[in-house]
């Protein structure tokens, strides 16, 4: 029996965040109102590539994805790589994971590099509410369908025949709701923060906090060398820098008449809008790095991805993180309070909060996570401290890419240290990641 | 009918209301008052010896306030069961003061135990102090219902005679002052027909409630909103959609409410009080810049 050698197994690599890039965020249906999802992942693509001069270069990989995608988008990311000045050799395909997408996205370039299968490669992600992709009138497109298989014209005419004029002005519109459950998401978190009792003051203050640190962050031109301008825009446009809290205490709860009547906490406020924008995060070895003299901001070096029954056993839909975090806290031999900035995705203050008292709960802690004792307090001086999601808004799958990159460089201002992401996604999952320098 | 029992402390037993006109033929002609100068109301108490929670007439008001089934008796239907009381009180000789030009300033309830439909409740009113207001005379009326001899509800109303020049009593104070922050919580709207509605679950048919017409005679440029039903309006969002055990809450009503209107509810639940929950509220116009009134409530859920 001849012995053949194996091959090596392959050392696992550390993995460089060396940048990233973003166009502004703008609430749906105001100055990205004409740009699709390839327009917009283009142009951050190619602010990326400006940035750090990669006209030419053939990139390991890009992977992204948006949320709402047009079936003629099946291959948005590559089609977007083509518009741009890198090599039209950089492979790419589309994933998607709800608002996991631009973290997912992130974490599987990282993987590749890590294992040696590229050197280099972008993650991202888009959404536009504003371009969202209409469908036809189910019941038309069914009768299309048949015609279209039909033999003979007598056939082809009777399934024809069927269709009626109101078919014509009732397309199917995307849903932002779950299809489990027929909630939406801010009816569910609404649920979530009447489980918790989290009080509407707490969710104001959060999302006051939010306008005022993205506001700081403006000022101090932390974004610069984060975002490229789009469409006359060079600041996200949800972001109001003279908000008040009195302006907050004024707006009426809006997603509490089907699960909690009168009775609701969630405000346009507080919960984020819906966003159109893209962004997109260069990821590297550090030999690759190296050789470009591209200075590494911070290495992406945990993740985990959990998922809740949220229609059975009535676990929070946006709770998943709460899950997530504590598994990945144990592979990596950390505690929560390990951490010198938190980037919680702000998908509604609500949430935030849910998830953070969740992790101070002595029985959820126990019962639902099976630990000894209550994860704890955070300092909440070190959360979101450049603003998050309910100021600069929330392009479902551009979020991953905001945050990584945010995160990465304030741990390269700070020097050292480490940050915990944790992104909710729809479906009842989380994606959680450690970014550290 | 009223039947006059031993003086003293006066009590008076209403064993069968009167009818809504009769009532209202006694508030209108209680206008030929004109009292001198009033330093104490006469101690009296008037009595309903036995009244059922009756299932039907709490279903009509709690749908008339946006009370949901589920929440049982409302914690401030009661005040219903207190209103013949009252208004035999103002058509007596023993309210010094005409009905019409005195107004409802405020309202305070406590209910220490659940009511169940089909209870069988004695109702006593009885007369309170007085208040010196800049505005006029305040005086008190206080109400006790109790279920097998044992107290289960109790309430205060607060009016005030207005124009009655140097008031006696101690100084009246509102028991709701200071700022305090308050979020909008939800809107409601008060729709055209609500006086009229709430007048017939009440009882309580005073024309500036029914229609414009009625209420341009007293002097008002439209039907203005019930403050009580406004108070329930507002607690039906306010509590939660099951029975109530104890509950405090204690309104002051500050500016009328015009029919048809909307209204704002802002409310706050970071306050401590003396029950498991609580919160403060206001019932505002639709900007939120007005109130037409404020309140505090504290309650528990029933065990």
């Avoid at chain 2, 097998?148 to 028991?175: C, F, H, I, Q």
């Amino acid at each position: 029996m001849t012995k053949t050698q194996a091959s090596p197994a392959p050392t696992v690599r550390r993995v460089a965040i060396l940048g990233g890039n973003r166009i502004p965020f703008a609430r749906s249906n105001t100055v990205y109102s004409n740009a699709s999802n390839q327009d917009m992942f283009t142009a951050t693509l190619q602010g990326l590539v400006d940035r750090f001069n990669l006209h030419g270069e053939r990139l390991g990989e890009v992977v992204g994805g948006a949320v709402m995608k047009h079936a003629r988008d099946f291959n948005l990311v590559r089609e977007s790589v083509l518009s741009t000045t890198l090599s039209r050799d950089t492979p790419a395909f589309d994933l998607q994971q709800a608002c996991g997408t631009g973290l997912e996205a992130a974490m599987l370039v990282a993987n590749k590099i890590a294992l040696g299968h590229i050197e280099c490669g972008v993650a991202g992600g888009v959404d536009t509410t504003s371009d969202a992709p209409i469908g036809l009138n189910e019941k038309l497109r069914k009768i299309l369908l048949e015609a279209s298989r039909a033999k003979t014209m007598p056939q082809r005419l009777a399934a024809l025949a069927q269709v009626r004029p109101q078919m014509l002005l009732q397309p199917a519109l995307p849903r932002n709701g779950e299809p489990r459950t027929g909630l939406s998401m801010g009816e569910h978190c609404e649920q979530m923060a009447m489980a918790w009792d989290i009080a509407r003051e707490d969710q104001d203050a959060l999302a006051l906090a939010s306008h005022q640190n993205l506001a700081r962050a403006y000022d101090e031109g932390f974004f610069t060398d984060l975002m490229t301008p789009y469409k006359g825009v060079a600041k996200d446009n949800n972001l109001r820098a003279d908000l008040t809290i009195e302006k907050l205490r004024s707006l009426k709860p809006c997603f509490d008449k089907k699960v909690r009547p009168e009775q609701g906490t969630l405000t346009p406020g507080n919960s984020t809008p819906l966003t159109d924008g893209a962004s997109a995060v260069l990821l590297a070895s550090e030999a690759w790095a190296a050789a470009r003299g591209l200075p590494v901001l911070a290495y992406l070096t945990f993740s985990e991805v959990a998922a809740v029954d949220f229609f059975g056993e009535k676990e929070g839909l946006l709770m998943a993180p709460a899950y997530a975090v504590p598994r990945m806290l144990a592979r990596a031999g950390l505690s929560l309070q390990d951490f010198d900035f938190y980037e919680i995705h702000e998908a509604f203050a609500a949430q935030v909060l849910c998830t953070l008292a969740a992790w101070e709960d002595k029985t959820f802690c126990k019962e639902k996570l099976g630990l000894a004792k209550p994860l704890g307090k955070i300092d909440r001086k070190k959360l979101n401290v450049n603003g998050s999601s309910l100021a600069a808004g929330h392009p479902f799958a551009a979020t991953g890419g905001r945050i990584v990159a945010n995160l990465a460089k304030m741990l390269e201002q700070k020097g050292s240290g480490r940050g915990l992401i944790s992104i909710c996604a729809a479906g009842g999952q989380g994606v959680v990641a450690i970014v550290e320098r | 009918m009223a039947t006059r029992k031993k003086p003293a402390m006066t009590t008076i037993e209403v064993t069968q209301p009167r009818h809504a006109a009769q009532l209202y033929a006694g508030a209108l002609l209680s206008s030929r008052k004109r009292p001198g100068v009033v330093k104490a109301l006469k101690p009296v108490t008037y009595v309903r010896p036995a009244v059922t929670l009756d299932a039907a007439e709490v279903a009509a008001y709690a749908k008339v306030c946006g009370f949901k089934p589920e929440a049982g008796v409302p914690v401030l239907y009661p005040q219903m069961l207190t209103f013949p009381l009252a208004m035999e009180f103002f058509a007596s000789e023993h309210c010094p003061w005409p009905a019409m030009g005195t107004v409802h300033l405020a309202n305070r309830i406590r209910q220490h135990h659940k009511l169940n439909l089909g209870d069988l409740l004695r109702v006593e009113m009885r007369t309170g102090e007085l208040l010196a207001h800049e505005k006029g005379q305040v005086f008190t009326l206080e109400f006790v219902i109790s279920r097998n001899g044992e107290p289960v509800w109790d309430g205060t109303m607060t009016a005030l005679r207005l124009g009655v020049k140097n008031p006696v009593g101690e100084p009246y104070v509102s028991a709701l002052g200071g700022e305090v922050d308050l979020s909008c919580q939800a809107g409601f709207t008060a729709p055209a027909d609500i006086g009229r509605r709430y007048g017939l679950v009440s009882g309580d048919m005073n024309p500036i409630h029914l229609s414009a017409p009625s209420a341009k005679l007293f002097g008002f440029r439209q039907a203005i909103a019930h403050g009580l039903w406004t108070k329930a309006r507002a607690l039906a969002a306010m509590l939660p959609r099951q029975p109530i055990g104890q509950a405090e809450v204690t309104v002051e009503f500050k500016t009328p409410l015009y029919l048809p209107g909307r209204a704002t509810l802002w409310a706050t639940r970071q306050v401590r009080g003396s029950l498991p929950h609580n919160a403060l509220f206001e019932v505002r116009n639709a900007k939120g810049d007005k109130p037409h009134l404020r309140a505090q409530l504290a309650y528990a859920v029933a065990a």
